[in-house]
C-alpha cells in the first residue's frame, strides 16, 4: 500500500502523474480470480458431455473425435492467462459467458459432424486471438468514432464485392461469400460489426441535427433532409440485401440494429415507428415482386404444401423439437441428423431433442445474462460514443438470437443468421469474436477513467491512502494524530 500525504500530491513537481500512475497504470500479472472460477465452471458441461459421448459411443475418453473438446478447454485458459498477463482490467464475466457458448457449440458440432470439430476449434483459436488483440492492444475505442467514415466505406466495398464476386460454396444459390484460393467467408459477419461503429458515431455527432424538427408530415416532426438520408439508406440497403442476395436474416439483423440505436440514440418513437412502417413496406412489395420471398413466407405458414420436398427441413425440425420433451432423448440417443444442416441452421432444435425444453431453456438464459451484462456496461458507460457502441454490439448478439430461434420454433421466417458462439462457421465465430474483443477494451477503458477520476478526485485531500489496484480510501487529520 502506498501512502501519499497532501504536500507530496501537490506540492512536489511530477507527483500528480505519479499519483495517477500509482493508481491506473496497467499492472503485469494481474489476477483474475472471478473470470478464472467461471472458465472451470463454464467447462464443465463440455468435459461431462465428452464423457456422455464416450459412453454412448462406446470410445475411450482420449479418443481423437475428442480432442477439439480437449482444445477448447486449452484454448480459453491460454486466452484467460493472456489477459492475466497484460493486466487488463476488463470484465470478468464476459469471457465465461463466450467460454459457456462455444463449447456448448463444440459439443454439438463434435456430436452431429465429428470431422468438422477440429475445423471449428480453429476458427474459436483464431476468434479468441482476434478478441484478445483487440482487447489489450495499445488502442482506444474513440479512434473509430473518428473513422466512422472511412469503416462506411469499408462496408460499401465488402457489399460490392459479394454483389459482383459473390460465390456460393453451399450450393444453396445464394451467393453471400467471397472466396479466394479455396477459403470463403461471408462479408455480412464483419459488416454487422461495421455498421454499429458508424451508426454509433454518426449518431453521436448529428444527434442535435437529428433531434431538430423544422418540418412535418400530418403530425409528424422531421428533421433537416439531409440528416434523413441515412434512414433512407439503410432502408434501401437492407432491401437490396434482401432482393439481389436473398438474404433475409441479414437484413432483418442490420435494420434490427438500426433501430435499436435509432432509438437509444435520439430518444424518438416516431423515428422507429416511420422506419418500422418503411421496412414493412418494402417486404411487402418484394412479396408481391420476387417469387423466393413469396416462397420462403409460404413454406413458413404451411409446410405441410411440400413436406418431401421444399419444407422437409422444417418439417423435420417439427419431429425433432416435438420429440424433446421435458428432459429429451439424452445426448447422443436422439435423431438430430434427420434435419438437414442442423449444425449450422438448426443447432437449438438438436440440443431441444436431445437435452430437452431445460437445456433449451438453458441456453436461453445464458444469452440472458449475456444481454443483462452488456447493457449494464452500456448504461454505466461515462462517453456516448461507448455508450452507443456496446448497446450496438450487444443488440447484434440479441437480435441474431432472436431470429434464429425464432426460425427454428417457426415464430418467423426461417433466416440464414447462425446462432452466436453455437452454431459451425468460421466467419460467425471470427465476427462474433471481435465483438467480444471490443466489449472487453471499453470495460477496460471504463474502468480505467473511472479509476483516474477518482486518483484526480482525491489527489487534494490530506492522507490519501492509493492500494495496488486503483481502490483508493482516505484517513482524516484526527485519524493520523490517533496513529495508524
Known sequence: MISVGARSLVGEPGSQNRTRVASVGRRWLRPRWVEFGLLLLSFAPVLCGVAVLASVWERNLLDQRFWPAYGFVVAFVACHLVLVAAGTRSSQLLLPLVACLAGIGMLLVTRLVPALAPRQLLWIVMGLSIATAVAIGPWETSLLSRFKYSVAAVGIVLVALTLVAGTDPNGSGDRLWLGLDGYVFQPSELLKVLLVVFLAG???????????????????????????????????????????????????????????????????????????????????????????????????????????????????????????????????????????????????????????????????????????????????????????????????????????????????????????????????????????????????EEYEDQARRDSWRFQAEPGVSIKSGGRLTGRTGQDRKSGP
Open 202 to 444: 454518426y449518431l453521436v455527432d448529428k444527434r442535435n441535427e437529428l433531434t431538430q424538427s423544422r418540418a412535418r408530415i400530418w403530425v409528424l416532426p422531421l428533421p433537416p433532409l439531409p440528416h434523413l438520408l441515412p434512414v433512407g439508406a439503410m432502408w434501401g440497403f437492407c432491401l437490396l440485401l434482401l432482393i439481389v442476395q436473398r438474404d433475409l436474416g441479414s437484413a432483418l439483423l442490420f435494420y434490427g440494429v438500426f433501430l435499436t440505436l435509432l432509438y437509444v440514440a435520439l430518444g424518438r418513437v416516431w423515428y422507429v415507428i416511420v422506419s418500422i412502417g418503411l421496412f414493412l413496406g418494402g417486404a411487402t412489395l418484394c412479396y408481391f415482386l420476387f417469387a423466393h420471398v413469396r416462397l420462403r413466407v409460404e413454406i413458413w405458414l404451411d409446410p405441410w404444401i411440400d413436406p418431401l420436398g421444399r419444407s422437409f427441413q422444417i418439417v423435420q425440425a417439427m419431429y425433432s423439437l416435438g420429440s424433446g420433451g421435458l428432459f429429451g432423448r439424452g445426448f447422443g440417443s436422439g435423431y438430430p441428423l434427420y434435419v438437414p444442416a442442423t449444425h449450422t441452421d438448426y443447432p437449438f432444435v438438436a440440443l431441444a431433442e436431445e437435452g430437452g425444453l431445460l437445456a433449451a431453456v438453458g441456453l436461453v438464459l445464458i444469452y440472458a445474462v449475456f444481454a443483462t451484462h452488456g447493457l449494464s456496461m452500456a448504461m454505466g458507460a461515462r462517453q456516448p460514443y461507448r455508450q452507443l457502441l456496446a448497446t450496438g454490439l450487444v443488440a447484434i448478439i440479441i437480435l441474431q438470437v432472436v431470429v434464429i430461434v425464432g426460425g427454428n420454433l417457426r415464430l418467423i421466417p426461417l433466416t440464414g443468421v447462425t446462432l452466436p458462439f453455437v452454431s459451425y462457421g468460421g466467419s460467425s465465430l471470427l465476427g462474433s469474436f471481435l465483438l467480444i474483443g471490443l466489449l472487453l477494451r471499453m470495460s477496460h
